[in-house]
């Protein structure tokens, strides 16, 4: 009813006044093709004419705020700018959670279709506006000499009391991108990242790839030298301006990103951002890399018109590819009639909202659930009796061997085939927006269907499906939930005692850093963790309370996530648990100088085995009976220095505390904890641990120092 009062109404006023118009215009051409000559009844009609235009717009005006009083009698009016309200279940959120603090709405009976103009001085003002009006609320960057432009713009911004979008300098691009990554992680909103020119960039890579990896939205910008080498407001005058120009600076982030692009000029401003944010909001999501030269930033303008849509209302990426009915609906037929179903996953619960669809899934059939490996989020309730682990050594995945139907779900890989496999025969059913992985140069897994579609609402239908069919087979299901179930209490069983054990040794384990942690973390508690937290100790149920690292391993993320997610979510308690290499990589003295410029207290656990473990144990996995482990040597492994970490984070006035003896850890995470909570400062932990993760055989010998010693 309201839509057609509407497109009644507007037809009423808007048919009479252009046609007025266009009679006018027709009845001046003989008078205003004159004013070319100079002819004054020419010039006088050209003003005539100006008038009747203004004269419209006003009218227009005034009859569109007609209309919109009329509308609201039908609950139809316009809403303009977001109204701030969560949206439903499944949708991913592409505007902030909460409004950006100077975002413009419009005035009462504006139309938010109607375009606005706002006074600039350079491109540099008129790029900060239209990323405001986008909903943009904070901009990470660590500045060079591309920026003077948008470094001026923003000091005039504060002046005018305009607090988005806020910079945030972050003085390492690993660390300004991860930072980005975790923002996007808790409120869904894409990020904006610049850095400078190609040096910045080649920073940026390691960030960028695991935001590649991981479907993050990232608008990843980077300053371009000046084209011009003189004649115009910021040209070419230092030597880096010739010597760090590419041929293709694109090519640098090609490879990782959807879609990259060089601003060209001061006219194409508004189409190529929005083009940035659409093209990576749009499934699969994925990173854009726009460049920005240092000349078209600095070059003079009077004005901006941002035209319709105007704002984060506007921000409209195409909608997520849906599931084929007819495929889903033969899923469930492989799925109901298989006598050993499995469910693999790593990646499903970026969407907190969507795990339930999950748990509706496995209970319907009594399927049991992996997450393998090494989740990106939690996907499951860890305590949920049809939750089997996530796949690790010794045993690898659980019933793997046995399942004859297999649904893989985010997970781009679901089995090391040269470690375990599935049988010949069994299905394997593969779903996500791109079950493919198409981005991905080789990939080989075995496929008996595959659906492409947002995968929330494919598990949603596919559980709907499944429900369908329990009847009849209830006696089937429940003994199947039993048998899941004691494999379940028997894996938990063993895990206790193994994180027990850790703790009883001249070196933690990570198991035992994990248990220690499990007692400290509460429901308002976020762990972020790259590589060295062993989920068997510390169960999550709670969806968005764990998030891991992308499936490429580029290390960093967990410094510089950790500080996107306090940012992201300042009310919640955020710990982040790395390793000493990842720490070493992830820019430790730029992200604890973040934390304590802006007021981002983090619990940082390291676990110091001193060296890359990780490359031994995989080494090993390589040469089973091979020289290194003969000797007991793993040349490039080692860190031979006793690293004092928890000196760095007191240098920026945080709280530091080494750990030698298991036995201290949890007084010491305690400690940590309290200064976070209570002082609104930073702590750091730094946990002296087991090199030998992976072999229990000489797992928990006593500290090796130095090579001489």
């Known amino acids: 009813m309201a839509d057609l009062v509407s497109s009644l109404l507007s037809l009423s006023w808007r048919l009479p006044l252009e046609g007025a118009r266009q009679l006018t215009r027709l009845a001046l051409f003989p008078l205003t093709s004159l004013a070319g000559n100079g002819g004054a009844l020419g010039s006088t009609a050209n003003a005539v004419e100006r008038g009747m235009d203004e004269l419209f717009r006003a009218t227009a005006e005034a009859a569109g705020q007609l209309q919109d009083g009329i509308l609201d009698l039908f609950g139809a009016a316009e809403p303009g700018l977001p109204a701030w309200r969560p949206e439903p279940p499944g949708?991913?959120?592409?505007?902030?959670?909460?409004?950006?603090?100077?975002?413009?709405?419009?005035?009462?009976?504006?139309?938010?279709?109607?375009?606005?103009?706002?006074?600039?001085?350079?491109?540099?003002?008129?790029?900060?506006?239209l990323l405001e009006a986008l909903g943009v609320r904070y901009f990470f960057g660590n500045a060079g000499s591309d920026f003077p432009s948008l470094i001026d713009a923003f000091a005039r911004r504060a002046q005018e009391g305009k607090?988005?979008?806020?910079?945030?300098?972050?003085?390492?691009?690993?660390?300004?991108?991860s930072m980005a990554h975790g923002y996007h992680l808790v409120t869904g909103e894409p990020p904006v990242v610049m850095v400078h020119s190609t040096v910045g960039t080649a920073n940026a890579l390691c960030g960028l790839i695991n935001a590649s990896r991981s479907g993050i939205p990232l608008i990843l910008t980077a300053g371009r030298t000046p084209v011009h080498e003189e004649g115009v407001p910021g040209s070419r005058e230092l030597v880096i301006h010739w010597s760090q120009e590419m041929m293709d600076q694109g090519s640098l982030a090609r490879s990782f990103t959807k879609w990259d692009y060089e601003l060209r000029s001061f006219r194409q401003l508004e189409t190529v951002v929005r083009r940035a944010f659409t093209l990576a909001t749009t499934e699969?999501?994925?990173?854009?890399?726009?460049?920005?030269?240092?000349?078209?930033?600095?070059?003079?303008?009077?004005?901006?018109?941002?035209?319709?849509?105007?704002?984060?209302?506007?921000l409209s990426a195409a909608a997520p590819p849906y599931p084929d009915p007819e495929a889903v609906d033969r899923a469930a037929g492989l799925l109901a009639g298989a006598a050993q179903p499995l469910i693999l996953t790593r990646s499903f619960g970026r969407r907190p909202e969507a795990v339930r669809h999950l748990v509706d899934l496995a209970e319907s059939f009594a399927i049991p659930?992996?997450?393998?490996?090494?989740?990106?989020?939690?996907?499951?309730?860890?305590?949920?009796?049809?939750?089997?682990?996530?796949?690790?050594?010794?045993?690898?995945?659980?019933?793997?061997?046995?399942?004859?139907?297999?649904?893989?779900?985010?997970?781009?890989?679901?089995?090391?085939?040269?470690?375990?496999?599935?049988?010949?025969?069994?299905?394997?059913?593969?779903?996500?927006?791109?079950?493919?992985?198409?981005?991905?140069p080789i990939w080989g897994f075995p496929a008996a269907l595959a659906i492409p579609g947002d995968s929330a609402a494919t598990v949603a239908l596919l559980a709907a499906e499944m429900r369908e069919r329990r009847q009849g087979r209830e006696p089937e299901i429940e003994?199947?939930?039993?048998?899941?179930?004691?494999?379940?209490?028997?894996q938990r069983a063993a895990w206790a005692e193994i994180a027990l054990q850790g703790g009883a040794g001249p070196l933690a384990s990570f198991f035992w850093v994990s248990h220690c942690l499990s007692r400290i973390k509460d429901g308002n508690t976020i762990v972020v963790q790259e590589y060295n937290l062993s989920l068997e100790a510390i169960?999550?149920?709670?969806?968005?309370?764990?998030?891991?690292?992308?499936?490429?391993?580029?290390?960093?993320?967990?410094?510089?996530?950790?500080?996107?997610?306090?940012?992201?979510?300042?009310?919640?308690?955020?710990?982040?648990?790395?390793?000493?290499?990842?720490?070493?990589?992830?820019?430790?003295?730029?992200?604890?100088?973040?934390?304590?410029?802006?007021?981002?207290?983090?619990?940082?656990?390291?676990?110091?085995?001193?060296?890359?473990?990780?490359?031994?144990?995989?080494?090993?996995?390589?040469?089973?009976?091979?020289?290194?482990?003969?000797?007991?040597?793993?040349?490039?492994?080692?860190?031979?220095?006793?690293?004092a970490w928890e000196k760095v984070v007191e240098a920026f006035g945080g709280h530091g505390e080494v750990v030698r003896d298991p036995r201290e850890l949890p007084g010491a995470l305690e400690r940590g904890l309290r200064v976070v909570r209570e002082e609104g400062r930073q702590a750091l932990v730094n946990v002296h641990c087991d090199f030998y993760f992976w072999d229990p055989a000489r797992a928990g010998r006593a500290e090796a120092g130095p090579k001489g010693e």
Not at 479 to 489: K, P, V, W
């Open 163 to 177: 607090t988005a979008p806020r910079p945030i300098l972050v003085p390492h691009e690993t660390c300004a991108v």
């Open 91 to 129: 949708v991913r959120r592409l505007r902030p959670a909460a409004p950006p603090g100077n975002v413009r709405r419009p005035a009462p009976g504006e139309r938010a279709s109607q375009a606005r103009t706002v006074r600039v001085e350079n491109t540099a003002q008129a790029y900060l506006e």
């Open 369 to 440: 659930v992996v997450e393998y490996q090494i989740p990106e989020f939690l996907n499951f309730p860890h305590s949920h009796p049809l939750h089997l682990g996530f796949g690790g050594p010794p045993t690898g995945i659980a019933l793997l061997d046995q399942a004859d139907v297999i649904v893989v779900i985010d997970c781009p890989m679901p089995w090391a085939p040269e470690q375990q496999r599935p049988r010949s025969e069994a299905k394997v059913i593969h779903l996500g927006v791109d079950p493919f992985q198409s981005r991905y």
């Open 479 to 490: 003994a199947r939930h039993a048998r899941i179930r004691q494999i379940h209490d028997q």
């Open 284 to 314: 699969p999501q994925g990173p854009v890399y726009l460049t920005l030269p240092r000349d078209l930033m600095a070059e003079p303008q009077t004005e901006l018109t941002l035209h319709p849509p105007a704002g984060a209302e506007g």
């Open 539 to 643: 169960p999550f149920d709670q969806p968005g309370s764990y998030l891991g690292f992308a499936p490429s391993g580029g290390l960093g993320f967990g410094v510089g996530g950790a500080l996107g997610v306090k940012l992201g979510a300042p009310e919640k308690t955020v710990v982040s648990v790395i390793g000493d290499g990842t720490y070493i990589l992830g820019a430790p003295s730029a992200a604890h100088l973040v934390s304590a410029q802006y007021g981002l207290p983090i619990l940082w656990v390291v676990t110091n085995n001193r060296g890359w473990a990780a490359m031994a144990w995989q080494t090993d996995s390589v040469h089973r009976e091979g020289w290194a482990k003969r000797a007991d040597s793993y040349p490039l492994t080692r860190f031979e220095v006793d690293s």
